[in-house]
């Protein structure tokens, strides 16, 4: 099994791992970044206090509303980015060490090229996997009524049963719902600001590698020399890697989650958005700068738990295959001898 096969299996499982256990904070974040009417943007409920009023009004399962083609696109996007980040990381690595062999360099990775090989695996990822994420959005903020308000809301008894047996909003109506408000290329809606994000990811691994490699050149030339990074200084660096790429990106997340929700037609000209250049200049004229960063701080704790579990886990997996598969390459060894 090569090296690249290794990373992107344990990205897409440590993906998975670290989606179920944020799941919910993405669902409010993403609730948080679509919502356009003033009057609710002020009430400025808290990261909890929106997640008990989800769960009152239209029941639990909304909280994880869209979990299912979330986490095939998480093992997807996660699987892709991993198998590609270690492919083009190779490339980069050899071309380094040739540097250094002509005397020029030291042989490793710079920072600059750390961008470049993360910012290509992310391109090739946005890509590929855009139309599960705008599936993913549509189903977390498709908002559920509760019996009584659809009770309320119909005339004839009738119209009343068909609104209380109403199936639920599942995969099919989203992925129809898009493609009836603009085809095909409807499930590509939100890719330009999507590949810009690919910096979030670029920044993120930038700071990250910065950061193990500085640790662990620390150790080596401390006491605790051959002592691999825990789990844990994984955890704490995937943390402070992603709360910085994060911070930077925020503006471009909520932009793309604006143009993936469902589009107001014929209603208020001020919620519906033909591009991203005119969502930028709409939520600029009526919502002011705040505007882009709604949600920020329920992002954030989603985002950095989410990526420092990711980290953690996927690191854990790695070395366990490669645990696993050095074992296995011993055992041939010895029954041939």
């Known amino acids: ?57 239209e029941g639990w399962d909304r909280l994880y509303g869209g979990l299912t083609p979330s986490l095939v696109g998480t093992a997807a996007s996660q699987g892709v980015y991993y198998y590609f980040y270690q492919i083009f990381r190779n490339r980069a690595e050899l071309a380094a060490l040739e540097r250094k062999k002509k005397g020029v360099g030291d042989g490793s990775v710079g920072m600059f090229s750390s961008l ?85 990811p670029s920044i993120q691994f930038m700071l990250y590698e910065t950061f193990l490699k500085k640790l662990r050149n620390r150790r080596a030339s401390s006491k605790k020399a051959g002592k691999d990074v825990s789990a844990l200084e994984i955890f704490l660096l995937g943390a402070l890697a ?58 954030i704790v989603q985002s950095v738990l989410a990526a420092a579990v990711l980290f953690m886990v996927k690191e854990e997996l790695v070395r366990g295959a490669r645990w696993l598969l050095t074992k296995d390459k011993n055992a041939v060894r010895l029954k041939l001898s």
């Not at 799941?23 to 993403?30: D, E, I």
């Not at 969502?279 to 009526?286: G, P």
Request: glycine content about 10%; charged content about 20%; overall charge positive.
């Open 1 to 57: 099994m090569s090296d690249a096969l290794i990373n992107g299996l344990a990205g897409a499982g440590g993906g998975i791992i670290a989606q179920l256990i944020t799941y919910p904070l993405q669902t409010v974040n993403t609730r948080q970044q679509t919502e356009r009417d003033p009057r609710k943007a002020k009430r400025k409920l808290g990261t909890v206090e929106q997640m008990i009023q989800v769960v009152r009004q």
């Open 116 to 200: 470049v090989v993360a910012a290509l695996s992310g391109c090739v990822n946005v890509l590929l996997t855009n139309p599960i994420w705008v599936i993913v959005t549509r189903m977390q903020t498709h908002i559920k009524k509760s019996e009584n308000n659809q009770v309320k809301s119909v005339a004839s008894e009738n119209t009343i049963l068909a609104a209380v047996e109403a199936p639920p909003y599942g995969t099919n109506h989203a992925i129809q719902e898009v493609y009836d408000e603009a085809g095909v290329w409807g499930f590509w809606r939100g890719v330009f600001p999507t590949l810009i994000m690919v910096s979030n």
């Open 242 to 299: 992603k709360l910085g790429a994060t911070v930077v990106t925020y503006p471009l997340l909520v932009v793309k989650a604006r143009l993936q929700a469902k589009q107001v037609i014929g209603g208020d000209k001020r919620h519906h958005y033909k591009g991203t250049a005119d969502a930028i200049m709409k939520m600029i004229r009526y919502e002011g700068f705040y505007g882009f960063y709604k949600g920020m701080g329920t992002k």
